[in-house]
């Protein structure tokens, strides 16, 4: 969840109107020995601990581990269920310090453009994407 944008001016979408689509939609947000290092260090725990509490296997990625969600169904378990904000913040991974880099999210963009469509403030599309090998 970036805040400004690579050029440093603001950015065109608003993490605080946002159910955390980038923080739910993604099966995998990859953790590096350097993130769950992080995470240990946030929690007061030990490198192992941090690594089965807070991380699995995703074929050959390590991942953060995911929970249900009451509105997007599944969502990483750092995701605040509530308040639709990261838990751990300052601890986050470095591929969600990155995301969107770039000027535009494109679910956020996917958001205004529903609510003008259903001229309703309050509808919050279901977002699922779907990864297919077609090598
Ligand atoms: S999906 Fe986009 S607008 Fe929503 S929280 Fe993530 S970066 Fe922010
Ligand atoms: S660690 Fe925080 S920013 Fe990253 S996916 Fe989880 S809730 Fe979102």
């Given at each position: 969840m970036k805040k400004t944008s690579a050029n440093g001016s603001p950015p065109n979408y608003d993490c605080t109107k946002c159910p955390a689509y980038c923080c739910a939609i993604y099966e995998r947000v990859q953790v590096t020995k350097r993130d769950i290092n992080r995470l240990a260090k946030h929690f007061g725990v030990p490198y192992e601990t941090a690594l089965v509490r807070y991380t699995?296997?995703?074929?050959?990625?390590?991942?953060?581990?995911?929970?249900?969600?009451?509105?997007?169904?599944?969502?990483?378990?750092?995701?605040?269920?509530?308040?639709?904000?990261?838990?751990?913040?300052?601890?986050?991974?470095?591929?969600?310090?990155?995301?969107?880099?770039?000027?535009?999210?494109?679910?956020?963009?996917?958001?205004?453009?529903e609510r003008v469509q259903q001229d309703d403030s309050k509808v919050l599309p279901l977002v699922q994407i779907t990864f297919r090998d077609e090598t």
């Amino acid at each position: 969840m970036k805040k400004t944008s690579a050029n440093g001016s603001p950015p065109n979408y608003d993490c605080t109107k946002c159910p955390a689509y980038c923080c739910a939609i993604y099966e995998r947000v990859q953790v590096t020995k350097r993130d769950i290092n992080r995470l240990a260090k946030h929690f007061g725990v030990p490198y192992e601990t941090a690594l089965v509490r807070y991380t699995r296997m995703y074929g050959d990625e390590r991942v953060l581990r995911r929970r249900a969600d009451p509105v997007l169904q599944q969502a990483c378990m750092f995701l605040h269920p509530k308040t639709r904000r990261c838990r751990i913040y300052d601890a986050r991974p470095q591929a969600c310090r990155e995301y969107p880099d770039a000027d535009r999210c494109v679910y956020y963009d996917m958001l205004e453009f529903e609510r003008v469509q259903q001229d309703d403030s309050k509808v919050l599309p279901l977002v699922q994407i779907t990864f297919r090998d077609e090598t």
